[in-house]
Each structure stands twice: as structure tokens, then as C-alpha cells.
């Protein structure tokens, strides 16, 4: 009998009719096909222990159901969160929770924590890292960009040098318009390593474009080796450095780390590392640091 004519015990609105066994079975079997229809796909490869775990805690119908949902919600809900970590290119790892305070005294920790709340991406604010390399510069950028991301939001990781010789390229290759729309798309983009080696005005007047066309839209988190003052410098013009500046922190929150490079203190400590007589501990500061070696970072 074609499937379409058969007696049909299936849910309706008004609820499940009086069901044959036979119906019920088939539906049943079914049901794989049925979740995978449904893109319940959670739901399908762990429901036997779902039902056993339900059946032992005694759970009725309602609340069996909810607990089957609530796994199908986690696992979407993980599935995004890996989509969207995956698609922000974070270098490595690192936490708010992994950043130790004590290391880095310049830091308040209040100000740090109030960051990671996110309310300055919901807002489009900007936040300014400065500080000589070895700070934690990185490791608050990805971290902060973590709990952005943990939040919903959209974020890209890139470095300063990476994103401008994208946009060298693509203004060469007469794409540049489609590339400023790529970076200006994150809800959150983080910037990197400003600094570490000056840019040519055209590289300079390319960046402008990017920060106007995020202006009042996005945030962006910007790390600098060099303080805000030094921009001219590192734009290698001083009407771009004073126009990029002026929208970087018209809303936008500066936390300017001091101290000694974390890296260093970490060889110090496994004796590793002994600070040479009268230099300082942390390599760069005061002038224009060598870029980081990339195992280092
Ligand atoms: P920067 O970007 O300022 O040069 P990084 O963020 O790359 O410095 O820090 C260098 C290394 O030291 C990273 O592995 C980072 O996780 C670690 N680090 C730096 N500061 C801290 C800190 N206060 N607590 C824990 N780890 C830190
Ligand atoms: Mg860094």
C-alpha cells in the first residue's frame, strides 16, 4: 500500500490519535531518520544513554524531553562556539583565567575583568594595549577575543603586518573595496603587533580606510609596542597617525602595561636566563623593539 494512503497515527496538533502498536513501532524505527531530518543529530548519536539516563532519574515525559533538547541545545551551541573560535584565528589559547595578575602589578585586575564582560564590543568601543613585548599583550587580546566570542559576537585575529600586506595586495589587484568589507565584517577585529616595523604612508592611508570604515560599527583591540604618541613614527605620517588616532579613541579604553617581559621572567626564573649587568630585563623598551621570534610568542 502506498505510504500516502496508509492509516496515519503520526502527532497531530490535537495530539497522538489512538496508536496501533504496529504504527508506533514503525515510527520507531523511524526514528533515526526522523532526528536526521530534524538536524537533531545530537539527539540521535547519544539517545540511548539519554533515555537510560532518564528512565534511572525517573524523569516523566516533559521533563525526558527537555532533557533530550537541552543536549541537542549544548552540542549546537559547542558547534558554534568551535565554528566561530576556528573562523577568529586565535594563534593559541589563552584565558583571562590563565593571565596572572601578580606578574604584571601595572595591570588593574578590576579594569581587565570589566573587559571581559564584552560590554565594550555590544557598545563598538575600542581597547588600546600598549606595553613593551612579553607583557601579555597577545595573551589579553586572545583571551578578551574568547570571551567576545564565547558571547555571540564575531571576531578576527590578525597581525598588524599580516592585515596591511592584505591590503597592499588587494589595492594592487583593484580588490581592495572587497577586502575593506572582509575586515570591516567582525563584530570584534583584533590588531596585533602595530609597530614593530614603521609603515610606508600608503600602507598608513590603507589602515586609515579600514579604522574609518569600522568607526562607530566595530571595535577594534589594538596592541602597540610603541605609546599613542610615537604613531607618527609608525605610519610614517603625521596627519594619517593623528586621523587613525582621532577614531581609534574617540570610545575607546587605553590599558598601558609596564614591567618586565613575562617571558623573561620566566626563563629568570628556570635559571635560564640571567639579565645582563645594568641592561634591562625586558628587550625593546625605550626604542623600537626586534619583532618577536614566532615559537616565542
Ligand atoms: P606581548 O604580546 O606583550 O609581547 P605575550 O602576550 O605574547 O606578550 O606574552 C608572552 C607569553 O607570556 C605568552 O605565552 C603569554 O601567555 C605569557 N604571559 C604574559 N604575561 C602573562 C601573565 N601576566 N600571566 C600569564 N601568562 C603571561
Ligand atoms: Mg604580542
Keep these: 500500500m502506498p505510504r500516502t494512503t496508509q492509516k496515519t497515527s503520526a502527532p497531530t496538533r490535537g495530539g497522538m490519535t489512538a496508536a496501533e502498536p504496529a504504527e508506533i513501532q514503525r515510527l520507531v524505527e523511524d526514528l533515526d531518520g526522523m532526528l536526521s531530518r530534524l538536524r537533531l543529530g545530537a539527539i540521535r548519536e547519544q539517545l540511548d544513554g539519554l533515555l537510560e539516563e532518564a528512565a534511572r532519574r525517573q524523569l516523566n515525559l516533559r521533563e525526558a524531553l527537555a532533557w533530550i533538547c537541552a543536549a541537542e541545545v549544548a552540542s549546537k551551541e559547542q558547534r558554534r562556539l568551535s565554528m566561530a573560535m576556528t573562523i577568529a584565528h586565535f594563534p593559541f589559547v589563552r584565558t583571562l583565567e590563565g593571565f596572572e595578575f601578580e606578574a604584571q602589578p601595572s595591570i588593574e585586575p578590576g579594569k581587565i575583568r570589566d573587559l571581559g564582560t564584552c560590554r565594550w564590543v555590544a557598545n563598538g568601543d575600542n581597547v588600546v594595549l600598549l606595553g ?166
Excluded: C
Design 132 to 297: 613593551p613585548p612579553g607583557v601579555g599583550k597577545t595573551h589579553l587580546e586572545v583571551a578578551l577575543g574568547r570571551e567576545a566570542v564565547a558571547r555571540g559576537y564575531t571576531a578576527q585575529f590578525t597581525t598588524a603586518m599580516e592585515l596591511i600586506g592584505a591590503l597592499v595586495k588587494a589595492q594592487q589587484q583593484g580588490t581592495l573595496e572587497m577586502r575593506l568589507a572582509q575586515y570591516a565584517k567582525p563584530k570584534l577585529l583584533i590588531i596585533d603587533e602595530l609597530g614593530y616595523l614603521p609603515l610606508e604612508p600608503e600602507a598608513g592611508h590603507l589602515f586609515f580606510q579600514l579604522i574609518s570604515r569600522r568607526y562607530e560599527q566595530g571595535s577594534v583591540l589594538i596592541s602597540s609596542n610603541r605609546p599613542v604618541d610615537e604613531w607618527d613614527e609608525v605610519f610614517g605620517d603625521q596627519v594619517v597617525a593623528a586621523a587613525i588616532l582621532d577614531r581609534l579613541l574617540h570610545h575607546s579604553h587605553v590599558v598601558t602595561i609596564r614591567g618586565d617581559s613575562y617571558r623573561l621572567r620566566e626563563k629568570r626564573r628556570s635559571g635560564l636566563f640571567r639579565p645582563q649587568a645594568g641592561g634591562s630585563s625586558s628587550a625593546g623598551i625605550g626604542g623600537v623593539a626586534p619583532p618577536i621570534p614566532a615559537e616565542e610568542v
